[in-house]
């Protein structure tokens, strides 16, 4: 029962945290310019991209780590090139409108580095919405005073540990076949908390930054969208909206 509950307020925080970013990145493309999905997986964004602003493919950019899906965008003629977003990123200065990473940023080893890539390539004017977990829960405090290890903090690399009650997962029933391997998908490497993340894109220089929380656990749905208001800091997902 008590999983199930927590479970209910996960799924809502993360539509909601998934629906403003969307809205976000669809204002950041009135005037036609380009967009970098960062983990574009095969690319699957373009097409919302495309119904909501009429972005063309020549305007979308992608980047996945992953050959397999890479190869199955190209299949489809939508331009994404295989890149570690931890080194580098492999496009020119100023080049982009919108640079977006949706659940992204907690999976890096060099964060901000990344942040900091995404900055360079920004045109000015051009805006980051960036959606990750947030560390400096009340939830993650509870947890960790009772000796366990939150879903949304670094993972273990053990797939017998994940099975074992001492992680909290709140997202239950997903499967994480991969956590052991070199390139997992599933494990988050670095969580920000909000306080930290939003004075870290202030002090890149990005000149607006606008944060919002989703998921002030562990109360229920019909108090949240209030209590995300009153208290953003120490909600379980975070959208940064970052303008240059």
């Not at 479970?7 to 629906?19: F, I, Q, V």
């Not at 919302?48 to 190869?71: C, I, P």
């Not at 053990?158 to 391997?181: A, F, H, K, M, T």
């Amino acid at each position: 029962m008590l999983q199930r509950y927590f479970k209910n307020l996960y799924d809502r925080t993360m539509r909601e945290a998934y629906n403003l970013a969307m809205q976000e990145i669809y204002s950041s493309l009135t005037n036609r310019g380009n967009v970098l999905d960062c983990g574009a997986n095969k690319g699957y964004m373009f097409n919302r991209l495309a119904e909501h602003t009429g972005l063309d493919k020549s305007h979308y950019f992608g980047l996945e780590w992953n050959q397999q899906m890479v190869d199955e965008a190209v299949k489809q003629n939508i331009n994404v090139v295989q890149a570690d977003l931890n080194q580098p990123i492999p496009h020119a200065d100023k080049q982009f409108q919108c640079v977006f990473g949706l659940s992204v940023v907690e999976h890096l080893l060099n964060p901000c580095l990344y942040l900091r890539e995404c900055y360079r390539v920004l045109d000015d004017g051009g805006r980051l919405i960036v959606l990750t977990p947030n560390i400096s829960t009340y939830f993650t405090a509870v947890l960790i005073l009772l000796g366990k290890m939150p879903s949304s903090g670094p993972h273990p690399d053990s797939e017998q540990l994940l099975q074992q009650e001492e992680l909290y997962n709140v997202r239950i029933g997903d499967d994480q076949p991969d956590i052991e391997s070199d390139t997992p998908v599933h494990r988050h490497l670095v969580v920000f908390s909000y306080r930290v993340l939003m004075s870290y894109m202030r002090l890149l220089g990005f000149k607006k930054v606008e944060g919002h929380g989703f998921g002030l656990y562990p109360f229920p749905n019909f108090m949240q969208p209030v209590l995300e208001k009153i208290d953003p800091w120490h909600c379980h997902q975070m959208v940064i909206i970052a303008e240059k």
